[in-house]
């Protein structure tokens, strides 16, 4: 299985900077393609913030772009997301995810694994 912890979640003001952190452990860290951030606030349903390949390829949400960086060490098994120009409407909870593909039973296996989540604050 794979287990993820986030952290860096806390309060920001606006205009301001956090990075979240995410760390992968468990059997199947090296069958894991894509990481991704998801973010939710009560209310609404979890939105895609941003997402980054094995090889580096990246994907952000509109609301984000611009601002928000998104990268990985895959030999550390970590992944990070960099949050500039803090606005109000990023406050959320800040969740970790990655999916991997790998054999199981001579048979593919698709896995999607997610983190307990982060809570980040921007007010003044």
Not at 4 to 9: A, D, T
Not at 15 to 18: D, K
Not at 37 to 48: D, N
Not at 112 to 119: F, H, K, L, M, S
């Given at each position: 299985?794979?287990q993820?912890?986030?952290?860096?979640?806390g309060l920001?003001?606006p205009?301001?900077?956090?990075r979240?952190?995410?760390?992968a452990?468990?059997?199947?860290l090296?069958?894991?393609?894509?990481m991704s951030?998801?973010?939710?606030?009560?209310?609404?349903?979890?939105?895609?913030v941003?997402?980054?390949?094995?090889?580096?390829?990246?994907?952000?949400?509109?609301?984000?772009?611009?601002?928000?960086?998104?990268?990985?060490?895959?030999?550390?098994?970590?992944?990070?997301?960099?949050?500039?120009?803090?606005?109000p409407?990023d406050?959320?909870?800040?969740?970790?995810s990655?999916e991997?593909?790998?054999?199981?039973?001579?048979?593919?296996?698709?896995l999607?694994?997610?983190?307990?989540?982060?809570?980040v604050?921007v007010?003044?």
């Open positions: 299985q794979i993820l912890e986030e952290s860096g979640g920001g003001q205009g301001g900077t956090l979240l952190s995410c760390a452990s468990g059997q199947y090296q069958y894991i393609n894509t951030w998801f973010r939710q606030t009560p209310g609404k349903e979890r939105e895609l941003a997402d980054i390949t094995r090889d580096g390829n990246t994907n952000y949400a509109d609301s984000v772009k611009g601002r928000f960086l998104i990268t990985r060490d895959n030999a550390k098994h970590t992944m990070s997301l960099q949050m500039n120009s803090l606005k409407e406050t959320a909870v800040y969740y970790c990655a991997a593909l790998y054999w199981r039973d001579s048979t593919p296996t698709a999607r694994a997610w983190g307990q989540g982060t809570r604050t007010s003044s």
